[in-house]
């Protein structure tokens, strides 16, 4: 199977109504909403996201499934079939209404700061915690690594993960996606040759017209804590050893990771982190460095 990255102005109701269903049982953890009930939580999210929407530069990160196909039908192996781009995007990364293959993942992405933005710092919810000590830990390891200005002024964020709930045709979890993230070259209308692999360049081409040049994401929960740690470091709290040896998103300098080089990362895996029992504090999580080895030049946290 293969997956279609395209990078949409909004999420459809039936698509928020369909993922946000996986987020149900963790959202006690993972978000402001412990006590609401599943439609209320439901329904303040999509408010949430509606003020997103209108009120900053940014577009939503869609995985496309592509199901299994007959390679005689196919013919060309990494061409999308049926996996329509939006004619009137000028940007050629938004999926057409016509688009038969389903959304299981979403993420939106946004600037931080931009002109079109309704308030001047778009931090997300919850990083008030700590807000002042956290920030100048960034902005400290941003001038050590040799940066001028602010770490905000052209960072991006990514917020609202929502995944389908179920397994895929091999079995694997849809919440798994992410392993299979990776920074390959893309060609629009194509994916890339690699079935195991989901290059997240429309996303990175997207940032660039809105002038981002870095990003990041929030964290909130002991077990979403567990995960990225898993997913970004290669330690095995909730990500099986098994299923670490298909994950492209663990950050390497000259092939060691942070569990054995740990002084290389010129930046933290997160920031506002003490330990993965907390379920309280959001951490913030920056995600692609310039100096990892899986990041194409141009890309990433700078001067790293």
């Not at 919810?125 to 960034?138: C, F, H, M, P, Y």
């Not at 993960?161 to 091999?170: A, F, I, Q, R, T």
């Amino acid at each position: 199977m293969s997956f279609q990255v395209t990078m949409d102005r909004t999420i459809s109701d039936a698509d928020f109504d369909r993922l946000i269903q996986s987020n149900y049982k963790r959202r006690k953890f993972s978000t402001k909403f412990t006590e609401e009930s599943n439609d209320d939580f439901a329904n303040q999210t999509k408010a949430q996201i509606r003020w997103m929407e209108e009120n900053t530069e940014g577009r939503w990160r869609m995985v496309r499934w592509i199901p299994l196909q007959e390679e005689a039908d196919l013919m060309d192996p990494v061409r999308v079939k049926k996996g329509y781009l939006e004619s009137t995007d000028p940007l050629q990364l938004e999926g057409s209404p016509n688009n038969e293959y389903p959304i299981v993942a979403a993420s939106y992405c946004y600037a931080l700061k931009h002109e079109n933005n309704m308030l001047d710092d778009m931090l997300p919810d919850g990083l008030e915690t700590n807000a002042g000590s956290w920030q100048e830990d960034v902005q400290s390891d941003w001038i050590a690594a040799g940066n001028n200005g602010h770490w905000k002024t052209n960072c991006g964020m990514l917020q609202f993960g929502l995944y389908s709930n179920g397994l895929m045709e091999d079995g694997e979890k849809f919440s798994l996606l992410g392993l299979r993230f990776c920074f390959d070259p893309h060609t629009k209308g194509k994916v890339i040759a690699d079935t195991n692999r989901i290059s997240l360049m429309p996303m990175v081409e997207y940032f660039q017209t809105i002038g981002v040049t870095h990003w990041g994401q929030t964290v909130k929960g002991s077990l979403q804590k567990k995960f990225v740690q898993d997913w970004f470091t290669g330690t095995t709290n909730v990500i099986t050893a098994e299923e670490q040896k298909t994950n492209n998103h663990i950050q390497t300098i000259s092939g060691n990771t942070r569990l054995t080089h740990p002084n290389n990362f010129p930046y933290k895996w997160a920031y506002n982190w003490s330990n993965n029992d907390d379920n309280e504090n959001v951490m913030f999580n920056p995600i692609a460095l310039a100096c990892e080895d899986q990041t194409p030049d141009g890309i990433g946290w700078p001067n790293s």
